[in-house]
């Protein structure tokens, strides 16, 4: 075998710019991390920085940690640590999320694996430049609080990382286009966490629906109900906690004093930092719509919503909506807050309901759910879970389930909804150049200004 | 009674007083009237914004955030809102206020807002808020502002107004940003870069290129990222020329991976003429470093692209490298790279081996069909797995020709796979082939044969299946044909004639071991015409075709048989019988059903009385999970005592935690409690605890 076929995956991954420093974390190589027992060598393995680490940054990093052939080398928040996260992403054995509790399970989960007392190897930064700024580093994980989604995940493109950022992709739909741009222009993977794409059965699903099992699909049916109580009165303006960075977490958005809920789970409640359930859930159902539609790099031309918000406390993300976007085939997707939890696809000939989240599915005809898709129909393939599937596009340097512009055009149809909600438009979208035509106004609000000194 | 004339003139006043009313409606509802409305709307609203501080009440915010989004179609209502937020922002209002109508102006905003925004550059403090107004307002006045504006700032202001020209891609700042290039402060050195990067002139590249001659550091990072973003802006314009000598340059300089990653990209989309060329330079060279981009940029050209360099270098990848440009071919479906793509099936490597087979699931064609049979036969694991997918997702009707065509002439391992495929594939024609294979000499061709005829055969076969299977001397291929005629049987639309031509062998065979595969056959259909031959063969003096009669019963598709079985579960002497007809019995019992969770409680606390040993009592205790009621869940916890039975009974109390719908907190907390304490498993504890917690703070 001549020098080129001896390359290993790491090389591969890497190419010439590894130096010592690639090898030189963890501090301490356990005997399973040189390949012994079946496990994967450090040559084979991708090695991982984690960016965000509250609660499903922290559920995450113990995803990829889990997978054998990951090595979690350097951790980033601009929290130290809070027991404020909400309870629904509360772990085993802790009541606390963000950087040092996070650092924490890593350190203990590899000293376990390894048998050693302790585990030094993980590196902890504040600052996201910094931890990007290491060139032993393949991939990061982009699990911010929404504004930071955009700006995050295009430095580490940059930096020549590859990223697995939670959905929605970004906060607005021209931070979604720059993701777009700087992931292409660098040639990065990049993997949306909208994972309920990776479901077998709505794989399944998607495959009968494209196949015209269903018949000639004219309707899509979202619905979209809210868990969390939003309707909560004015927050008392408090003194910043000791840890947290909150000029940094801030960021680019408005300088504006802290408070106990504008921070931690509760960001996604105000437009600022995210879109309330319209982004946070419909970047999972609203995603397949387009998966089944087979509009991944494009989406509907007339948006249309009205919705209700809080009008006195902190929250300002709608609540009860009812939408319709229309796509340039006739479709009709139409959504509300009515349960359960789910998408359903109507054809001339039936029907198919996929439950939200797990990937159920419920059909009209019943006997749909066990036909089989044939040799010559369409496939869309099937995802080994979304984590693995990032690694092993990461590893052939293939598209993976997810890409960028997927988790884009998904994100610019639930920001579009939020814009006609708020705007009260019926709006005229072009997915081509991506811009609201009817409205100089709306069209304005596909992007938002950034504080000093962060810009796009 | 009122005359005529009378009449008449009532009747004309109270035509007047109509006209009146309406029109006084009318002019009331006006749009001049509403817009009037409106704007005192906006005004009372200011009064009350102007002393608005954080973490106060946002109502008047919303209401009046409601109020400029009406008016986005009503040019005279926005410019007259406008204004009024214009005078607001030059009262002593509070800073929070401030910050929320500079949002508002930002939407509304027009040129008119300029002078009074540029202002609030002045002030650190308000510079942010400005600057938000400011960079979404389409009018020129704001360029020249923020140019002005420029040469006043210092630190974040200063970048603040260098971010926000690059946003706005302000062309007349490109010289006093080429300047900032070189300023002391590397905030705003770096924010100049950017932002020229953004404006995207060849002008502005022509900065860009000088600046990084001596820049260093972040500076010289964010130049090159500039750099590559004029360049993609200078190729969307049209200067494709100027754009490819700027990638050229960045591909062949020492700078960083990722930029010369960026510029071969730039390269690649902007003279694909030379692009194979290139990038096969690139994998023969010795930067390594580019080969996975490299390979990965061939998804950017076009498919009629002569990929044949590529393809013949393809053995001489590393093996990472030949792995992903396989997956390219596969792809992008270049058929031109078929012959490569077999050769590699063979690779010493397995990785390049399964992306190899992987590929011709695409690319393959019928001569593969018995080369990925023989692979799919020979190996395991993720190769087979590899093989048998692609044999499987071949498209063609050829291919379904040609496997048939090939099942008859191959040895019987490759045959198993071939019959395999069939199935997978779902060939219709194939049933006649599939019965003669259901004969064959090979154990294991005979079982996939009568696996794929489960998927393939046609309910008018059933008569053929039935004969083969009389004449199956395995008792365990038996039980496969049994499952296969169970299925084939079931795709008649017409129920009631499912199980006659079953019914039709059973009365003219006398062989009990086949009498018995024809009663299981019958449980399983579950016709009702069935059920009473079921019920005669439990009084059979065969113990065997009774406990045949026993399964078919237990299988039964709804809770008909409930009693016959509950009945042998009492009284029969057998105990094998017994066993089995109480299986049977919790089996029925689990069964969708709509009985009442009381009634359901009573039928398994019968079974519980018949249990005769801990075993049997567990088997029974693990039904109560399927159950909804709080009546259940207190039920089975009784069990919980018992330290044989304990792991059983909380496991069903688990599983009705999830769906009792009538909750009884307190009792509930206190069957969790006591698993809690005893439980073995330490997930089941610390989920009990969460659970606990939780109804405690509701």
Known sequence: MNNQNSMNRRQFLKGAAITGTAFSFPAIIPSSALGH??????????????????????????AFMNQPDVQIVALCDVNSGSDDYDMLYQFQGSQSAGLLPAKKRLDDYYAEQTGAADHMGCATFHDFRELLARPDIDAVTVCTPDHWHGLVSIAAAKAGKDIYCE???????????????????????????????????????????????????????????????VEIPPQPVLPVPKGLDYDFWLGPTPAVPFTKKRTHFWWRYQLEYGGGEMTDRGAHIIDLAQLALDMDNSGPVEISA?????????????????????????????????????????GDKGSIFIYIHGGRLEANPASLLTDKILPGEITIGRSPGHHRDFLEAVKIRRQPMATAEIGHRTGTICHLLNIAMQTGLKLQWDPVTEHITNSPEADKMIKRPMRAPWHL | MINMKKRVVLVAILAVMLLLANLSFVAANAPEDQDGKALTQVQELLKQIKTYDFGQSRVSLTDLDALVCSSLQNAELKAQIEKELLSFLQTDASFAGKQFICKELSIIGSKDATPVLAKLLQDEKTADIALYALERIPAPEVDKALLNALDKSTGKVKTGIVNTLGQRKTAQATEKLGKLLADADPMVAQAAAAALGKIGTDKAA????????????????????????????????GNTARAIAIYKNLFASKEAVPVRTAALRGLVVNDKANAVALILSVLKSD???????AISMLRELPQNTDFTPIIDHLPALSVPGQVQLLSVFAEMNITAAHDAVVNTTRHSDESVRIAALTALAKLGTADDVVLLAQIAAETKGAEQEAARSSLYLLPGAVIDQTIIEKISLVENKTRVELVKSVGERNIVSSSLTLLKTSTDEDRSVRRDSWRALALVAEPEQVNELLQILVKEQDSGLRKEAEKTIVTVAQKNADTDKQDKPVLDILAKT???????????ILGKIGNKHSLPILRETLKDKNPDLQAHAIRALSGWPNVEPLDDLLQVAKTSQDETHRILALRGYVDLLKLENKRPDSESIE????????????????????????LRSMLAMETVAKYLDDPALQPEAEAAVMSLLRSVRERNSDKMIEILTKIKNITQNDETREFCTMIIDRMKDN
Do not use: W
């Open chain 1, 37 to 62: 027992d079946g496990h994967t060598a450090p040559s084979e393995r991708i090695v991982m920085g984690c960016i965000g680490l509250g609660g499903q940054g922290t559920y995450n990093m113990q």
């Open chain 1, 167 to 229: 959905k929605p992709l970004t906060n607005t739909i021209a931070e979604g286009r720059a993701v777009c741009d700087a992931v292409g222009r660098y040639k990065r993977i990049l993997q949306t966490g909208s994972h309920e794409r990776s479901n077998h059965s709505v794989r399944f699903a998607v495959e009968l629906i494209r196949n015209g099992r269903i018949g000639k699909l004219h309707t899509i049916r979202v619905n979209m109900p809210l868990d969390n109580d």
């Open chain 1, 306 to 346: 009205s919705g209700r918000a809080p009008r006195n406390g902190l929250f300002n993300t709608f609540v009860d909506y009812t939408f319709q976007c229309t796509y340039t085939n006739g479709v009709k997707l139409y959504g509300n807050t009515n349960t359960p939890r789910g998408i359903k696809f109507e």
């Open chain 2, 206 to 237: 022509e900065l860009l290129e000088k600046s990084l001659q001596t820049s260093t550091g972040d500076l010289h990072i964010r130049s090159l990222d500039a750099l590559l973003l004029c360049a993609d802006n200078l190729a969307v314009g």
């Open chain 2, 287 to 293: 930067d390594k470093a580019h080969e996975a981009a």
């Open chain 2, 510 to 520: 006398s062989d009990p071991d086949i009498k018995g595969s024809l009663l299981q």
């Open chain 2, 603 to 626: 039928l398994y606390l019968t079974a519980m009385t018949l249990a005769q040993d801990v075993n049997e009592k567990r088997m029974v205790l693990s039904g109560f999970g399927t």
